[in-house]
């Protein structure tokens, strides 16, 4: 399969993606970059948006990049620093880049920035990409 195949197929089993209202702007095999609105209901109590609102554009990044190669990942280890708060209506967009493809570990990057392309976070992860295919 194509990487926009693999990425078509993950997205209509990924309920939460769908929720954040995730749309791929970009999927090639090792990179992907993904956009989402901060709506109401992802701000905090301190009325900007939760923490895992970067993490989980990141981290579905992250899945989508690994996976565009064909094989099927998951992830084993993912960190991410907060470096600019984000707002009611800020458009983030994470761009996730490969950086290291072995035959089992793969390792990636993602910059989440805002619509005034200001890094908002900076998350790393690393998968495991098992012998299933696509």
């Not at 209509?12 to 993606?17: E, F, I, K, T, V």
């Not at 094989?71 to 761009?95: G, M, R, Y």
């Not at 880049?97 to 035959?103: A, C, M, V, Y």
Request: hydrophobic residues 40%; neutral net charge; glycine residues 8%.
């Amino acid at each position: 399969m194509d990487p926009k195949s693999i990425v078509d197929k993950m997205m209509q089993l990924d309920a939460y993606s769908q929720w954040m209202g995730i749309n791929v702007l970009h999927i090639e095999a090792g990179a992907c970059t993904l956009s989402c609105l901060v709506s109401k209901e992802m701000l905090n109590g301190f009325g900007i948006a939760h923490g895992g609102i970067s993490y989980a554009l990141a981290d579905s990044a992250l899945a989508f990049a690994s996976n565009s190669h064909g094989q099927q990942c998951v992830s084993i280890e993912t960190s991410i620093a907060h470096i600019k708060p984000t707002q009611l209506n800020d458009t983030i967009t994470a761009n996730c880049t490969e950086i290291q493809k072995g035959k089992t570990i793969g390792r990636y990057v993602v910059n989440v920035t805002n619509q005034h392309n200001e890094l908002i976070a900076r998350f790393n992860g690393t998968v495991f990409r098992s012998e299933k295919t696509w």
